[in-house]
């Protein structure tokens, strides 16, 4: 299965389990567009496609930022592109990564666009606050499809188990 593809059985899961799921209404392609921009960098395929499906979402406690806006806030782009603003100037996290969720233990779980794969997909790494070297980051996955829908699908499991 490749990254799109495990993006498209998380959608299936997130949308099979509504009772512990939450999502948005997605992003159109203005709003995706306009993401990228502020961030410099383009989006992986499968963070994409999630991020046109929902937005941002959870299942089962885990978070995800994507792209969103409230209207308490207005155009302002929330999700991904906040925390990834924020870190880059406040812990001069790296240009080239993209935050979208929190590891739970004060790191950043980010995809690094300066490692692009022939799928056009980036790994994901834990980024902590003061990181230079790359290679010393926790690497979480080779792609955001797959990590995320391995996360939820162990996410729902321990949920049903326990319920």
């Known amino acids: 299965m490749n990254a799109v593809e495990a993006s498209e059985q998380l959608i299936e899961l997130v949308r ?5 799921a939450n999502h ?31 937005g941002t979402w959870d299942i089962a406690g885990e ?13 302002k782009l929330l999700g991904s592109v906040t925390e990834t603003l924020d870190a880059r100037s406040q812990y001069g996290m790296p240009s080239d990564l993209i935050v979208v969720m929190f590891d739970g233990m004060g790191g950043l779980v980010a995809l690094d666009s300066s490692q692009v794969d022939r799928e056009g997909e980036y790994p ?9 070297d790359r290679d010393s980051m926790e690497r979480l ?18 949920w049903q188990e326990s319920g």
């Open 16 to 20: 099979g389990n509504d009772d512990i």
């Open 63 to 75: 978070e995800f930022l994507g792209v969103y806006q409230t209207p308490a806030m207005g155009q």
């Open 124 to 132: 994901v790494l834990v980024w902590n606050p003061g990181d230079v």
């Open 24 to 54: 948005a209404d997605g992003c159109d392609a203005g709003t995706m567009a306009a993401a990228e921009s502020d961030l410099g960098v383009a989006f992986p395929p499968s963070y994409r496609r999630l991020i046109e499906e929902f």
């Open 141 to 158: 996955g080779d792609d955001f499809g797959s990590f995320a829908f391995a996360l939820c699908q162990r996410a729902v499991t321990r």
